[in-house]
Nanobody
Framework: QVQFVESGGGLVKPGGSLRLSCAAS????????MTWYRQGPGKERESVAA????????TYVASVKGRFTISRDNAKNTLYLQMNSLKTEDTAVYYC????????????WGQGTQVTVSS
């Protein structure tokens, strides 16, 4: 059974930082690319960042480039998202899934972790 468990969200002021974690299980984590997504209030889910299976290939959506860093620990089956210089528009529920965007994405989703950026 494929599972994704996101954690690390919370309430932070603009300019602050958070580190999100995604614990994955039920598949060969080290052999798959991974992607972070987010869904803001009243908005569609969007891809935020993606990382290849060995961590060497990384992409970001333009709005987070230079502020967010995606990484992974294959020994722990865990994906991370370091978020710095947070803005109010980063407020969303953040999810992780396997694959490169929708390519190789699992039909199973976790509950996500809430990130709220507010003064």
């Amino acid at each position: 059974q494929v599972q994704f468990v996101e954690s690390g969200g919370g309430l932070v002021k603009p300019g602050g930082s958070l580190r999100l974690s995604c614990a994955a299980s039920g598949f060969a984590f080290r052999g798959r690319a991974m992607t972070w997504y987010r869904q803001g209030p009243g908005k569609e889910r969007e891809s935020v960042a993606a990382i290849g299976s060995d961590g060497s290939t990384i992409t970001y959506v333009a709005s987070v480039k230079g502020r967010f860093t995606i990484s992974r620990d294959n020994a722990k089956n865990t994906l991370y998202l370091q978020m710095n210089s947070l803005k109010t528009e980063d407020t969303a529920v953040y999810y992780c899934n396997s694959g490169w965007g929708t390519i190789g994405q699992s039909a199973i989703w976790g509950q996500g972790t809430q990130v709220t950026v507010s003064s």
